[in-house]
């Protein structure tokens, strides 16, 4: 199963991305778990793209969701700033209570944590980040 949409990339319309991939999800029936984790890496990725790829005007983005057998694919584009997630360091002191811990840098580890495969590339003006998770389909 193959789909993609388009979406205007603000944080009003983040409840309609991710509820069009919850249903995609659904649709290709991926495992509650593997969804409802799927689920928080692309809202980390989206949330990010919101905030940093288009600071001072609202865009677009666009997702695809790629469902086999034993994989599931998001692909995610924006044609903002751009920015490698993959290239940034892990955030320091992981154990640190919640007093000490900087605020922001947790979403692109949590994501890495999540997700098998990931990938980034520039292409021309656009960023595309694909996320991978193997699972062993159950239906």
């Keep these: 199963m193959y789909e993609r949409a388009s979406f ?5 319309h983040l409840a309609q991305m991710l509820s069009w991939l919850r249903e995609r999800f659904f649709k290709g029936g991926v495992d509650a778990k593997t969804s409802r984790r799927m689920e928080l890496a ?4 989206l949330v990010n793209i919101i905030h940093h790829a288009y600071p001072e005007r609202s865009a677009r983005v666009e997702i ?28 320091e002191h992981l154990d640190a209570g919640i007093e000490e811990r900087e605020v922001g ?11 098998d495969e990931a ?6 003006s ?13 239906m």
């Design 64 to 91: 695809e969701v790629t469902i086999g057998e034993k994989r599931l694919e998001i692909a995610i584009r924006d044609w903002g700033d751009p920015f490698d997630p993959l290239s940034q360091p892990l955030p």
């Design 42 to 45: 692309s809202e980390e990725v």
């Design 126 to 138: 656009m960023n595309l980040l694909k996320m991978i998770k193997h699972f062993s389909r159950r």
């Design 119 to 124: 990938s980034y590339q520039r292409e021309g």
């Design 8 to 12: 205007t990339a603000t944080i009003e």
């Design 105 to 115: 840098g947790l979403g692109i580890y949590l994501m890495r944590q999540i997700v």
